[in-house]
């Protein structure tokens, strides 16, 4: 039976059988500590979670005759490394990876700065058309990017761009996801108060934007980025036709390893883990700071 108690803090404790969650109320508001099961199941979790990579590494170090034993084998071995180097003679992956981390961070960073402008008009200012603009963005969104292929290949073709990191680029700077999703989360996280005491102050809407709006938008922008660097990362279909095997992004390169009679996996998962490690690299430098973003907009009071 759980008792309750009351501190000179003003603050009320629940203590309960071991192994039972336990929440503490302060002044700040509740604080809940796990127990046993609670860790059980993020051990789960998390072993669901990292099994395929660690299984991408056991196919990465042995052969196709060796996966298709019974059992098959459930340890990597030093064969990964050679593979890995075969698939960067097959394939020009480094060059891959430094084009994917270009065109991905360009284009993470323009969707996040003009989505969350874009996102800040739509919310908080008036202006005769808005209504029938949103509704043509959102309307954008149910477009196939598929029927858009041949015009644009036939505009970066005119500038000369084919082959280029810029005919990646420049098409993906803007999202219609990114400036709904950035207008939903500023019209609630920013109250008309704050931006029109900055207007009667003699405040500009850009010093507004650029003193109010980014550190309260922060949080999501933080989602925004990470999200829209994930998907041009793993973007195939237009680099594909835009770039050429010379110069390509990493999933291009990836798409050309194995090519042979009967593809060897062995070299594909290696080629494979080279190109998923500059992201794992990018999200433990960056996760706890988009975390902790996330965790921030989600504090109110």
Known sequence: MATQ?????????????PGRLRIRGTRAGRQFTAGPYTYLILAITTVVAVFPLYYT?????????????????????SSMFHNIRLALHEQPLLKAIVNSLIV??????????????????????????????????????????????????????KLHWVNHLQSVVLP???????????????????????LEAGWVDGASTFRIFRSIVVPIARPAMAVLGMLTFLASWNDFFWPLLALTSR???????????????????????????????PVLVVFALLGRQIVGGIMQGAVKG
Do not use: D
């Not at 291009?252 to 009967?262: F, N």
């Not at 593809?263 to 883990?273: D, E, H, K, R, S």
């Open 5 to 17: 108690t009351l501190n000179p803090g003003n603050s009320n404790t629940e203590a309960g059988a």
């Open 57 to 77: 590494m056991i196919i990465a170090s042995h052969t196709n005759h060796e996966m298709a034993q019974v059992p098959p084998p459930f340890l990597p071995n």
């Open 104 to 157: 991905s961070g360009c284009t993470a960073i323009g969707t996040v700065l003009f989505c969350t402008l874009s996102g800040f008009a739509f919310a908080k200012l008036r202006f005769r058309g808005s209504r029938a603009l949103l509704a043509l963005t959102i309307a954008t969104m149910a477009i196939p990017p598929q029927l858009g292929v041949i015009p644009l290949f036939l505009l970066i073709a």
């Open 172 to 194: 993906t700077l803007v999202s219609a996801f990114g400036v709904f999703f950035m207008r939903q989360y500023l019209t609630n996280a920013i109250p008309t108060e704050i």
């Open 247 to 277: 110069n390509p992004t990493v999933q291009v390169g990836l798409a050309g390893l194995g090519s042979g009679y009967i593809p060897q996996q062995a070299v594909i998962m290696g080629g494979t883990l080279l190109g998923t490690f």
